[in-house]
């Protein structure tokens, strides 16, 4: 199980490639999980590497476009330079695109999932937890 370390005590801010929109998380981000299913290899080009916030501490500052992806979520982002920011399950957190935060953020990876459908052309060798597809126990521990 991908063990739950300790939030950031800081608050984060992050955007777009080309600054159409910016965001502010007001609450202790969730330690960031690599994700190898092939919707995020897709949009990403490779794994999706993200943190998840409540909904309610996620401000917004632009006009984020929305794919429904799949039956059960939808990806925000930019429609101007298609920068991917965040993946919207329905629940009360929403995930942000690590990428997108402003440096430095204080988060450290905690894991990865959906390895069996990761990409053949890397393998995974930092040690941390792996799982296969939608194995809910990755994530018990993390808030």
């Not at 799949?70 to 690590?98: H, K, Q």
């Not at 959906?114 to 993390?142: H, I, K, M, N």
Request: contains cysteine; glycine residues 12%; aromatic residues 6%.
């Amino acid at each position: 199980m991908i063990s739950a370390t300790p939030l950031s005590s800081a608050s984060g801010a992050g955007g777009c490639l080309c600054g159409a929109i910016r965001y502010r998380v007001t609450s202790p981000l969730r330690p960031v999980v690599a994700c190898h299913c092939r919707q995020c290899q897709i949009t990403s080009g490779n794994h999706v590497a993200a943190t998840s916030a409540p909904r309610e501490a996620v401000e917004v500052d632009g006009d984020v476009q929305w794919f429904q992806s799949s039956i059960e979520a939808r990806r925000g982002f930019c429609a101007t330079c298609g920068s991917n920011l965040f993946w919207d399950g329905g629940g009360d957190r929403i995930s942000v695109m690590a990428g997108t935060l402003d440096q430095p953020t204080g988060l450290r990876l905690a894991g990865h999932i959906y390895c069996d459908t990761r990409g053949d052309w890397f393998e995974l060798t930092d040690g941390l937890p792996q799982y296969s597809g939608s194995d809910d126990r990755a994530l018990v521990d993390l808030p």
